[in-house]
């Protein structure tokens, strides 16, 4: 379906309110592709559709909520009614109330390709089966894949409220990855290697396979290292799950609910001066741009981080009503859920020279190329972090050897002000954030 049949729906739905309450309409729908193929054979292969409608209705400072999956005329109905029953069970909140047009216009972003309609399901395996064959071919010393795998979806949703909400999108996404399988003697190192786009004709398998075969060899004949504080830079990929994490605390919503280590330290020094966080949604470069957020509000760029001050929390229109403030345009949500806070396109300002211009500069470091158990180890109040780590040595401005079964320790907020550097390659990941290469000093790497 298209978003303006989508809009039809859901404005027929917000046309049924009574007087006294304010009721929001959200309908989605979903169209996927999963390709999986091992041994030059399709292990999996899914081609899904789904849609789906939520329906928020509130009353005297009461919230009720219902979903359906499907956009049938009588269930419409029927989740209608049921949302207005559940206003009777939940608390009052004097903060309550719908978005409501803020005069922002909506970026004029083209995140839909028409591409991906015309390639064939054969064809999109034809590229799972390429890049599984590139990766064995990239080198002697890969001796399997876990796993090669394509996807792709196009989305399309519209929002209409009693307020006067009218919004509407629709996008395509798809990528390739590759797990691959290093061995020399008894020992098998893994490595991932991917590609994202609009349409498929423009992911690059070989890229996607050399990624996959460099990050397993480099890391044959790893050691543990002994325990030391040392320089650390994170690759792209690492770099990004840290700023996830980051930007999960610069939500309102983890503020009001006392989950952020920022909370009440707006206009503080909370970084290195050569740390500018953004996110910023309306960038088409991000894999996940988009032009609304998930109560039908323009997106806009809002910069978290500047000269490492911190200046804004994001919002959705409750956690801006509550804490006397106003959308940041940061609501998320799918169908099925009432809105959220956070992060859409995340990323730091690149600085201007590459990650060997940096290395260059290292004496004794250590390039951390994965994590293991991050999400698990990080205290998002204290800031406190311990995660499993994998990479190379760094030595007298050159990598060196690879080193394994390591732990790096520190503080978000110690880190944050530890950057020495950022650099020139921000690379976007199929992630609500980007990556770029950054320099930490004095981290604890605990080894042998």
Known sequence: MNPEELLEIAQRIVNWGRDGEQVEAIV???????????????????????????????TNNRQGFAHAGTLDQKVLAETLAEARDNVVFGSPDKFFGLAEPDGVAPPKLNLYNEALLQVSTEAKIDMALELERAVLAGDPRIVGIESADYGDALSADAIATTTGIRSTGKDTSCYLTAYSLAS???????????????????????????????????MLGATQPATERVTVVLDPFVSAQFLGIIGGTLSGEAVLKGRSLFANRLDEQVAATSVTLVDDPTNPDAFTASDADGEGLATRRNQLIGGGQLEKFLHNSYTGRRSGSTSTGSAVRGYASTPGVGCQALSLVPGERLPSELIA???????????????????PVSGDFSTGA???????????????????????QRMLLD????????????????GVTIVVAEVTMSGA
């Open 184 to 218: 020399e003697g008894d020992e098998i190192q893994t490595g991932f290697g991917f590609s994202v786009s609009r349409e498929p004709g423009t992911l690059d398998i070989a890229t996607a396979a050399s990624d996959a075969v460099e990050r397993a060899t480099r």
């Open 390 to 412: 994998e990479g190379l040595r760094i030595r007298n401005g050159e990598l060196a050897e690879p080193v394994r079964e390591i732990t790096i320790a520190s503080t978000l």
């Open 28 to 58: 989605g729908h979903r169209q996927e592709t999963e390709v999986r193929v091992y041994k030059g054979e399709i292990e999996s292969l899914s081609v899904a559709e789904s849609q789906g409608v939520g329906i928020r209705v509130i």
């Open 361 to 379: 500069e290292i004496d004794n470091g250590v390039l951390i190329q994965g994590v293991s158990g991050l999400h698990s180890g990080v205290n």
């Open 419 to 434: 950057v020495t550097a950022v650099g020139s390659d921000l690379t976007w990941l199929p992630m609500n954030s980007a």
